[in-house]
């Protein structure tokens, strides 16, 4: 199928596509660190080459401003690269783990890193960019294969990206596959070892069904309406300027953009002004017209945004609420009073639609956050260290943020993901590592004489004189390790094991 940008593939594509990932991993091409360190180099340049191409793709798509695209898809994504060419040598090494004393001689332990193998990676519409490659930075630093599949919904960044790929990465083993639901599809019906899927529940349980036909493993990064709390004593000018700014990044189109807040009347007498103030400051009188403004990315959502405004039957617009559907346009809007089972409190809103849910104290809004699906990310405001640490001790989600939004998906040395309905598995730094990889238990042992007349005690036939020896030295002698004797402990070992050898020998003599 081919639409008017976007080139889909077709089966045989498709087909070949993962056959050659597979065959690709299963020779050890991609295994060698300095392979994967080239690789990684090269996705840099990809996007370094490419600012403006990307930018302007990003723009096409969702009228994203250049500010956004740069600070949040592609500075974001070079950050990602750095961070796994700084540590590849160290998240990649061996690690040695001590043994238990039952295995402390003549033993070693060893964790394995090694990749999972062929992945597959469907990336989103709504970062287009960043979420199709900072995954794919996760698969090349592990050593895995991968084909991407970035969402035919922004046309112009998949087919862009399509582009480069095969010009700057190793076109057998690291894939593009553009198409719909068909395509996808086709994807899912083959064996992967493991897929990266972000996007919607609905979409993340059809992926699920597919995958537990082969006991795939998974990584699922989705959403869900992720709460603000506000402290009545918070600083509401502070508190709604970076409440604006995580709700108009990319038009409210964001995993974890505030869904909705929880607020007293006390302090939205305060807020509401502050809001207002706070979105005159970012965008002038009207929005619209500003540069900085990004719009719905097409008219199926524009259109959902506006049935739920429309359908929902409490709650009165205090800010914005104006619509240009040629424009796929929609005001930073805020709505007041709005009642906890209406219309706009059952889906996540993605989208820049801000529902005030009054709340009598902080027990009612952690009441009601927990009645909901564990969200992706929890944000609290407030200087109350007792008020934030009752609400972190109560409620579950997949990440928080204290005083701010948006921002802790940045930090690379935070593992960033869901839980339950919001997502399983995370990645980020060495989290997107781990992701990729399969810590592989390795236990090396000798074939020494004596350690296999120790080891008699284990097999049959059992006698009470071996399960007394066996007791002594799984039970008693450990015990010394709490003791002044831990650093004697394996020549205490030693000598128990050469006894029990001793002694065998001399009964058989």
């Known amino acids: ?113 090694e990749p999972k193998g062929a992945v597959l990676v469907i990336a989103p519409w709504n970062y287009p960019v960043y979420l199709a490659l900072t995954p794919l930075v996760g698969a090349i630093a592990a050593g895995c294969t991968a084909v991407l599949k970035p969402s035919e919904v922004t046309p112009h960044s998949a087919k862009l990206i399509a582009e480069l790929i095969p010009r700057y990465l190793d076109n057998k083993a690291f894939i593009v596959v553009n198409g719909g639901a068909q395509e996808t599809t086709q994807l899912l019906d083959h064996k992967w070892d493991h897929i990266f899927y972000t996007g919607n529940g609905t979409v993340a349980k059809i992926i699920m069904k597919a995958a537990a036909k082969h006991l795939t493993s998974m990584t699922l990064e989705l959403g869900g309406k992720s709460p603000v709390t506000i402290d009545e004593n918070a600083n509401m000018t502070v508190a709604a300027k970076r409440i604006a700014f995580g709700k108009t990044f990319n038009a409210g189109q964001t995993c974890v953009a505030p869904d909705y807040i929880l607020i007293t009347a006390k302090a939205e007498e305060k807020f509401v002004p502050a809001l207002k103030q706070a979105y005159l400051e970012m965008f002038g009188a009207d929005p619209q017209a500003s540069k900085d403004y990004a719009r719905i990315v097409n008219t199926r959502h524009f259109k959902r945004l506006c049935n739920v405004l429309m359908e929902n039957k409490s709650g009165d617009v205090v800010i914005g609420g104006q619509a240009d559907e040629d424009d796929l346009y929609i005001a930073p809007t805020v709505i007041a009073n709005v009642e906890r089972d209406d219309k706009l409190m059952e889906e996540e809103i993605f989208g820049p639609l801000l529902p005030l849910i009054r709340v009598t104290d902080i027990d009612d809004a952690i009441e009601y956050v927990n009645s909901k699906d564990d969200p992706l990310a929890l944000y609290i405001f407030s200087t109350n260290k007792k008020l934030v640490n009752k609400v972190l001790d109560s409620t579950r989600s997949g990440g928080v943020l204290v005083n701010d939004t948006l921002m802790h998906v940045s930090e690379g040395t935070l593992p960033f993901g869901g839980t339950g ?88 003599s």
């Open 421 to 508: 309905p919001s997502g399983m598995g995370s990645y980020h730094g060495k989290s997107s590592f781990d992701a990729f990889t399969h810590v592989r238990s390795t236990m090396i042992k000798g074939l020494s004489p004596v350690m296999e007349s120790a080891m008699g005690l284990r097999y049959a036939p059992y006698t009470a004189r071996n399960l007394s020896v066996a007791k002594m030295i799984l039970e008693t002698i450990p015990q010394f390790k709490r003791g002044f004797l831990q650093k004697y402990i394996k020549w205490i070992i030693v000598a128990v094991l050469f006894g029990v050898h001793y002694a065998r020998n001399r009964r058989l």
């Open 1 to 113: 199928m081919t639409t008017a940008i976007l080139n889909y593939h077709t089966e045989a594509e498709i087909d070949q596509a993962v056959l050659t990932v597979q065959q690709t991993f299963r020779s050890g091409y991609t295994r060698p660190l300095k392979f994967r360190r080239h690789q990684l180099e090269q996705l840099w340049r990809l996007i370094d080459d490419n600012t403006d191409a990307l930018c302007d793709a990003l723009y096409k798509d969702l009228r994203k401003p250049q500010y956004e695209a740069t600070l949040g898809e592609l500075i974001t994504a070079k950050e990602e690269i750095n961070d796994a060419l700084v540590h590849l040598d160290e998240w990649a090494k061996d690690e040695r783990t001590t043994p238990s004393f039952v295995n402390r001689v003549g033993t070693t332990c060893i964790k394995r890193k």
